[in-house]
């Protein structure tokens, strides 16, 4: 199995800075993966404004609901 790619968009104002795997940031979008255990696995690590990445999982929850057609 490959090594698994770290992610790293940087900003100079950026108030809070996410640093995760490729693989649990797409579980975490697809609603497989729980930000709290992540993090507290030490698998997620947040730099900056913790407050701000809690307003985080609100807009994630959000992204995973079905369209309705």
Known sequence: ???Q???RFTNSRAAVTL????S???ALV???ANAQRLF???KL????DVM???KLDPILKKSQTKAKL
């Open 1 to 3: 199995m490959p090594p």
């Open 5 to 7: 790619k770290i992610l």
């Open 19 to 22: 640093s995760l795997s490729e």
């Open 24 to 26: 649990d940031f797409g």
């Open 30 to 32: 697809a609603g497989k």
């Open 40 to 42: 507290m696995s030490g």
């Open 45 to 48: 690590k947040i730099k900056g």
């Open 52 to 54: 701000k990445a809690t």
